[in-house]
């Protein structure tokens, strides 16, 4: 049995990447919004059936113009989830908006649309909401809130790529969807996102936002005779050579997802027994929805024997990190956001998690040694 150390993450080679990034760099267009980029943005539309879409240098810039579109601004609110990526929290608090944390299901990680209602004001003008290792936050809550209060849901995707609620694609449920490309995620492009829009209002403006305020995609469609400066903005735009490598993964997306649930589902089947022994908790996904293999966490007793878990499966060759620390009790979001209600559960959750391998290349000789590593420690 091999004794090589499994990573927790390895970005997947797609067979076409190195033809396409040649194609590329053989041609006079490496800047963007070429062939390869309307390629990759068909088929982001095709997978998430979003009637519009937008590559972007990354997802936290896909979530910095959503934050440009709704107009926020000093007098606004914008709630988030306090256990999530600091983008989530950042590209609004970039727009002078303050960030209003609010706590987690247990069950998921995800935003409750309780603790939501607990700490929206008349200053609320939006919340974004993650869909946590790629299964689908409580839509229905959230969408009845926004609807009852008139503000705006922004859904941060990152993890979604194909995931569904309801039968209903992640990243179109809400008025915005963002996306991430980065090299952790399922499809990437090394650092890459995308903007996800149904409005056509906002679609016109989003176009001039991404292009440094001007309306040159209209001057590249023919619809004027030159571009000039529209409106606000800035470089949210990625190069071809993003774009080649975004559009051979996306060749290869049911593939990939293939892989990641082949090794998803070899930890929810071989776990549970242990699980029950041990009071671990496994990562579960409701029956309405549809995941994405993002990630397989599991959640210990207590801090101290998580850390223990990770230092054990370390030992026997295997990484496996935990995940974010609470937003509402970093330094930035203490300067940047308020707490209204005490988000306990995230506290807890982001105290006890930890997250297993997980990449569709992964051999099932390497899961096996995750799973014989893991079942080998008792509580």
Request: proline share 5%.
């Amino acid at each position: 049995m091999s004794t090589e150390r499994i990573l927790f993450s390895r970005p997947h080679r797609a067979q076409r990447e190195l033809a396409n990034l040649e194609a590329v760099l053989g041609s006079d267009h490496s800047h963007g919004d070429g062939p390869f980029t309307a390629a990759a943005t068909a088929k982001l539309k095709a997978i998430t059936e979003a009637p519009h879409a937008l590559l972007t240098t990354s997802c936290t810039s896909a979530l910095e113009m959503a934050g440009l579109l709704l107009e926020l601004g000093p007098d606004d609110e914008v709630i988030v989830p306090s256990f999530a990526f600091t983008s989530t929290a950042t590209s609004m608090a970039l727009r002078g908006a303050t960030c209003v944390f609010a706590d987690i299901d247990p069950a998921t990680g995800n935003l409750d649309p309780a603790a939501v209602a607990r700490v929206v004001t008349p200053r609320t003008k939006a919340v974004v909401v993650i869909h946590y290792g790629g299964v689908a936050a409580d839509m229905a809550g959230l969408l009845e809130l926004a609807a009852a209060h008139g503000f705006a849901v922004v859904e941060d995707n990152a993890h979604g790529l194909g995931g569904r609620w309801r039968g209903r694609p992640l990243g179109t449920l809400g008025t915005l969807g963002t996306l991430s490309f980065h090299d952790t995620k399922n499809v990437h492009c090394g650092e890459g996102g995308a903007l996800l829009l149904r409005d056509e209002i906002l679609m016109a403006r989003a176009e001039i936002i991404r292009e440094k305020g001007t309306d040159r995609a209209r001057f590249l469609r023919g619809a004027v005779d030159k571009y000039s400066w529209q409106d606000i903005g800035s470089s949210y735009l990625p190069s071809e050579l993003n774009a080649a490598v975004l559009d051979a993964q996306l060749d290869e997306f049911d593939l990939i997802q293939t892989g990641r649930h082949r090794v998803w589902h070899a930890y929810a089947t071989a776990l549970p027994e242990w699980a029950r022994r041990n009071d671990i908790r496994l990562m579960t996904v409701p029956e309405d929805r549809a995941h994405t293999a993002h990630l397989y966490y599991l959640r210990a007793p207590s801090e101290q024997l998580r850390d223990d878990l990770i230092r054990h499966l370390a030992g026997l060759g295997v990484s496996a990190p935990f995940h974010y620390v609470p937003l509402d009790s970093s330094p930035a979001g203490l300067k940047l956001g308020r707490t209204p209600v005490p988000c306990a559960h995230s506290a807890e959750f982001s105290a006890t998690v930890l997250r297993l391998p997980l990449w569709p290349d992964l051999t099932d000789e390497q899961v096996e040694r995750v799973i014989d590593a893991v079942t080998a420690f008792t509580v």
